[in-house]
């Protein structure tokens, strides 16, 4: 693998976290608990969206076949996307969606932090740029995981049930591959041990704040980074990509 | 006998001091008298206002997941927030009159209050996507313009920041269909197709004829309401039907034409028999959208209740300080 070959499946697996978590969380409106919490969580769908185009226009410039944001996004099948598996595991509760923004948000606050530096500048400004904006995600994602932590009983139970239920997921943040190693090497890509250390830390803090319980760690589902999915998946792009697949020829 | 007598003359003066100002044209403010009858028919307005904004999230929220490139889902997604956003302003105007949110909600649930018949409309396909952009917002823009001017503070400020907003949505909506008459026969079918569902719901809206219109004369008297039903309409179909044309969309409607006489068009017989019958429950979407609203509303309530407790709980440990 060359290292203009792993920094394209690097961006693109980037770009597929923010494309398919902005998916789920847009699935929120409408249907959030109060109005503000409808805008706040479509606002932060916003983000990602501009943050997946950032990406994936990248990632097609460095594919070097012409593909657009959008041929990445639109035209794509289940087994060619790369996204983590906790990012496309449908909303579930409230609870739930407090939870996965929360254990993502966290781990993109450092992640976006050291990818600054990376030496790829494009790669390095993206970064700057998303780390200003999650740290909102990260704020809110926070401020209502104490909140329902603390809040009544029934709240506490739902959030603590949606901590465990995520957990097994966010092994594979930390996952490191043959290309990520590639990148390494040369600087471009983030040091994956330092940041699951401060994602640990951070992630135990506001649990305990929350006046839950910590997860135990048990086996960690993996896969996305080959490719392998849930089933989950599948649904999405069916619904994502409806249009642009019915009709091949049209522009919209 | 005196004291009575003297409150009399206190409302007496009151009332003078509001019909002045409304005479002057100057805005009615939260803190000076109005009256009942005032305050009822904006908390009526100002509420259906707000609902609407809020219930129309439904139908273009049905397709955030479909649109079909990242652009159109970015300008869907923010015009969505857009409006929702426009339903909290309206209601914290609303709010100034002396009703919770809470309550309003409430009575939207229980049929009290309404929200526009327009969104009991289904949206079908993606062109109706530009179609509610173009020809839902532009006829809300008509009316809105209009109450910028409208007698109540709140309100007007309200509809000012609203109307900068509803420019874009409209003028985004007819993006959508200019580049789908542009595209495929596919693509042309399916604005048509749009076009000839929405067009006569979005006449609707400006509400029954002149003649028929119940509420218009103390809305006007308090200078509530500026322009007329018919007047509000016949601006829109001014404006709309030159960009029809110009993106090669026909109007649905045999009897439309200009008359140079009036320097209007005049346009064909509107169904009121359909108006009435969505306005009374039997729409396609009526019983879906507020069962919707109602059961999202439930959903939530553990979520507001915890939120409520832990706020409770933060200040009572702030006392013991
Ligand atoms: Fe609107
Ligand atoms: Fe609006
Ligand atoms: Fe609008």
Redesign the interface.
């Known amino acids: 693998m060359t290292e203009q070959d792993a920094l394209y499946k690097y961006c693109l697996r980037l770009g597929d976290d923010a ?1 398919i978590h902005s ?1 789920r969380l ?2 929120w ?11 706040a969580l ?2 932060f ?2 983000d990602m ?2 943050r ?2 950032l990406l ?1 226009t990248y990632a097609g410039q460095l594919e070097g076949k012409g593909r657009t ?2 041929d990445l ?2 035209r794509r099948s289940e087994r060619e996307y790369f996204n983590h598996l906790l990012l496309e595991l449908p909303n579930g ?2 609870a739930h969606t407090i939870a996965r923004l929360l254990f993502s948000s966290v781990w993109e606050y450092y992640f976006f932090n050291e990818l600054q530096h990376s030496r790829d500048t494009t790669l390095a400004a993206i970064a700057a740029k998303t780390v200003k904006e999650v740290k909102y995600h990260m704020a809110h994602a926070t401020d209502w995981a ?3 932590g ?3 009983e ?2 506490n139970h ?1 959030m603590q049930k949606a901590i465990d239920d995520l957990w097994m997921y966010t092994g594979e943040l930390f996952e490191t591959d043959e290309q990520t190693a590639i990148l390494r090497d040369k600087n471009i890509a983030a040091d994956m041990a330092m940041i699951k250390a401060k994602w640990r830390q951070e992630i135990e803090r506001i649990i305990g704040e929350a006046t839950l319980t910590m997860p135990k760690d048990e086996y960690m589902q993996t896969g996305s980074s080959t490719g392998i999915h849930t089933e989950y998946l599948g649904h ?1 792009l069916s ?2 990509q ?3 697949r019915a ?1 091949p ?4 | 006998m005196e004291i009575l007598e003297k409150t009399d003359k206190i409302h007496e003066d009151m009332l003078k001091t509001f019909e002045q100002k409304i005479d002057r044209g100057d805005a009615i403010e939260p803190r000076g008298h109005m009256p009942d009858g005032y305050r009822k028919h904006l908390l009526r307005q100002i509420s259906q206002h707000a609902h609407s904004e809020v219930i129309g999230m439904q139908p273009e929220g049905n397709w955030i997941t479909r649109a079909p490139s990242l652009r159109a889902k970015q300008i869907l997604l923010a015009k969505i927030q857009d409006e929702g956003g426009h339903g909290l302003y309206l209601y914290s105007a609303a709010e100034t009159l002396g009703i919770s949110r809470e309550e309003m909600i409430d009575q939207l649930h229980s049929g009290k209050a309404k929200y526009s018949n327009i969104f009991n409309y289904p949206a079908l396909t993606w062109a109706d996507i530009g179609a509610i952009g173009w020809l839902v917002d532009g006829a809300a823009i008509v009316n809105q313009v209009s109450l910028q001017r409208t007698s109540y503070g709140p309100y007007s400020r309200a509809m000012v920041r609203i109307c900068k907003e509803e420019s874009f949505h409209q003028r985004q909506g007819y993006e959508i269909m200019a580049k789908m008459m542009k595209g495929t026969k596919d693509q042309q079918a399916m604005a048509q197709d749009a076009m000839n569902r929405w067009w006569w719901p979005s006449l609707m809206m400006f509400g029954p004829h002149d003649t028929e219109s119940p509420h218009t004369g103390d809305a006007v008297k308090w200078k509530i309401k500026r322009q007329s039903n018919d007047e509000l309409r016949q601006k829109f179909i001014d404006k709309t039907v030159q960009q029809a044309e110009v993106i090669g969309l026909t109007i649905p409607d045999k009897d439309l034409k200009w008359n140079e006489d009036k320097r209007h068009y005049d346009h064909g017989p509107i169904n009121w028999d359909e108006f009435y019958r969505v306005i009374n429950g039997n729409g396609q979407c009526n019983k879906q959208r507020m069962a919707h609203h109602i059961k999202v509303h439930n959903a939530g309530a553990w979520v507001r209740a915890a939120a409520e407790a832990y706020r409770q709980k933060k200040e009572k440990q702030l006392l013991h300080l």
């Open positions: 494309l998916y847009s699935e409106c409408s249907n959030a608990p109060i109005l503000e919490e409808d805008l479509t606002n769908a916003l969206i501009g997946a185009q994936l944001d959008d996004a639109y509760d409230f104490i909140r329902l603390d809040g009544t029934e709240s739902r999405i619904e994502m409806y249009l642009q009709y020829e049209a522009t919209w």
